[in-house]
Structures are given as structure tokens and as C-alpha cells.
């Protein structure tokens, strides 16, 4: 059914139907003018705040195997083992003499090998949220191309890489994400999670944006941005990398 038919069809409902009609009010988010060091400019929008809470989401996330502790009143307790404890080698694990402590270690080395891969599905969900949903822009046709060349098939992932490659450090990641950011309303706990949720992933180095693609950034102004309601950015022009 086409766009057309379906409007049409809805207004015939409303037309047609007894029950009240209840409005939801009318929020527009800010937009601004976002210019990255190589000079190319686009145009920031906020984020609706379910968006980025569904970003957010722990769903899925692995449990920490459980540390037998020992009471000194001969009572046992467990309780989760901690993300940032020392994780043995497959060649480590199989010294182990004791087979209860061989498999608890085998089962938290796996662990984390599944947290890892869970906090990096879940920062690319981010990004792709700041990229796909802040940023109303696309890439010119002959960067897409370019793109394109490079195995980036899909409309949306050559955005991500077109926008990923504009942000090679942490810190204009960091400078990207923050200003975005500031254009949802969120709450200040939201916003908090959703910053350290990121800040993770750029301190692990774990490319949930840098590895969409590589570039040289050249030098240009300063990152900067407004509040002019623009129609749309300014894409570049550079040459293919």
C-alpha cells in the first residue's frame, strides 16, 4: 500500500469514527550546524529520548559466573565475579591443577569474551544512533561511490562509514558524541549512562565508530556549531582516500 493510500485511509477512520481524538503535543528538537576538522559541515538534530534509551538497553548482557566465598562462620556464599579481574590463558587455564578452579576460570575467560562482544554490539548501536538519527546529511554521490567500492553496500552503513572516518581520536569522538547529545532532551541519568556507555567503548579502542573507516582528517576551523535552523548540510568534496 503506498503512502498516499494509507494517509487516505486514515482519514477516513477519523472521519468515520465515534472515539475522541487525543493529540499528542507538538515537541520539536533543536538542530544545529556541526563542522568537522576537515571542513565538512552538516546538520546536527536531537534524538528522540525512547531512541536513545533503547540504545542504552542491558538486554542480552551476560551474567557473571559466580566466586564461591567461604564464611568464616562456615557458611558459603557467591557471589558475581568482578569484570575487571585478571583473565587466564587457554594455556594458563589448563595448569590449573584443582578442576573446580580450572573450570571457573575456563567459564569467566569465556565470559568475558561474551561481555566484550555484548559492550561492543551495544556502543555500535549507539553510534549508529548519533550517526543515522543525529545527523540529517548524507554522503555526496561520489563519496557513496567511493564507499561503495570499498564493499559498503546498504544506504545506511555508507553513512556510518562516511561519518565514522570523520572522527579518527577520542576526542573528537568524545566532542562528536557531546554535542549531539545536547540536543536531546534527556535526563541528566540518561545522559550520564549514555556518556560513559561511549566514553567505554573509546577507551577500549574497540572501533564500535572508528573501524567503519579509516581517513587522514585534514586540518580546518575548529569544530563548531549554532542553532540556525538549516535545510541541510554541507557536504564535502574531498578525493577519494
Do not use: C
Not at 187 to 199: S, V
Amino acid at each position: 500500500m503506498s503512502e498516499g493510500s494509507i494517509d487516505t485511509a486514515l482519514a477516513r477512520r477519523l472521519a468515520d469514527d465515534d472515539l475522541p481524538l487525543v493529540e499528542a503535543p507538538t515537541v520539536t528538537l533543536p538542530r544545529a550546524r556541526y563542522r568537522f576538522a576537515d571542513g565538512t559541515v552538516v546538520t546536527l538534530r536531537g534524538i528522540a529520548q525512547m531512541l536513545l534509551y533503547g540504545a542504552q538497553s542491558e538486554a542480552g548482557k551476560p551474567a557473571p559466573p559466580l566466586r564461591e566465598v567461604r564464611m568464616a562462620g562456615g557458611g558459603v556464599q557467591h557471589i558475581p565475579r568482578r569484570d575487571d579481574e585478571p583473565v587466564l590463558s587457554a594455556e594458563e587455564i589448563a595448569q590449573v591443577r584443582d578442576p573446580d578452579k580450572r573450570r571457573a576460570e575456563d567459564a569467566y575467560a569465556r565470559y568475558r569474551v561474551e561481555l566484550n562482544q555484548w559492550e561492543i554490539e551495544r556502543n555500535t548501536r549507539m553510534a549508529r544512533l548519533l550517526f543515522l538519527v543525529g545527523v540529517e546529511d548524507s554522503p555526496p554521490p561520489e563519496i557513496a561511490d567511493l564507499w561503495k567500492q570499498m564493499g559498503f553496500g546498504s544506504e545506511m552503513d555508507i553513512k556510518y562509514a562516511w561519518l565514522a572516518a570523520k572522527l579518527p581520536n577520542a576526542e573528537a569522538m568524545a566532542h562528536f558524541f557531546e554535542t549531539v547529545t545536547s540536543l536531546t532532551i534527556p535526563t541528566e541519568e540518561g545522559l550520564e549512562r549514555a556518556e560513559e556507555m561511549f566514553q567505554s567503548a573509546v577507551q577500549r579502542g574497540s572501533g564500535a565508530v572508528a573501524d567503519a573507516g579509516r581517513s587522514a582528517p585534514a586540518a580546518g576551523a575548529p569544530p563548531a556549531h549554532g542553532q540556525t535552523p538549516p535545510p541541510t548540510g554541507i557536504p564535502d568534496d574531498a578525493a577519494a582516500p
